[in-house]
């Protein structure tokens, strides 16, 4: 007996495809900002911590240097800069190299 194979066309839509209306609303989410945390150490004096200060950090002025450069001695460490990754890095590597003591880059 020979098997019987049978095709059924399959039926074909005359009407388009309607693809889902995309949504027109953005969201906008801000890239986050870093902290450059300065920590105390036994070996920096007070005036190489403000002159670094002043000299990495943009728009740092000498009492605000001062400022920080006290709490870190007090507190065992201040915040003193807030902002983008790529300018806290520098900024982190620029302190670093001058000899301070940073806490890791975190994320504000």
Request: charged share 15%; aromatic share 8%.
């Given at each position: 007996?020979t098997?019987?194979i ?17 949504s ?13 945390i300065?920590l ?5 004096t ?9 000299k ?5 002025s ?5 400022e ?7 507190d065992?460490?201040a915040?003193v ?13 620029q302190?670093?190299r ?5 806490a ?5």
């Amino acid at each position: 007996m020979t098997p019987v194979i049978s095709v059924v066309p399959q039926a074909v839509s005359s009407s388009p495809t309607v693809a889902p209306e995309r949504s027109r609303q953005v969201t906008r989410k801000p890239y986050p900002n870093y902290k450059i945390i300065v920590l105390n150490d036994d070996f920096n004096t007070f005036q190489h911590v403000a002159e670094c200060l002043m000299k990495y950090v943009p728009g740092m002025s000498s009492a605000r240097a001062w400022e920080l450069t006290y709490q870190i001695h007090n507190d065992g460490q201040a915040i003193v800069w807030v902002g983008p990754m790529e300018q806290a890095e520098l900024y982190h590597s620029q302190l670093s190299r001058a000899g301070l003591t940073m806490a890791p880059l975190e994320q504000a």
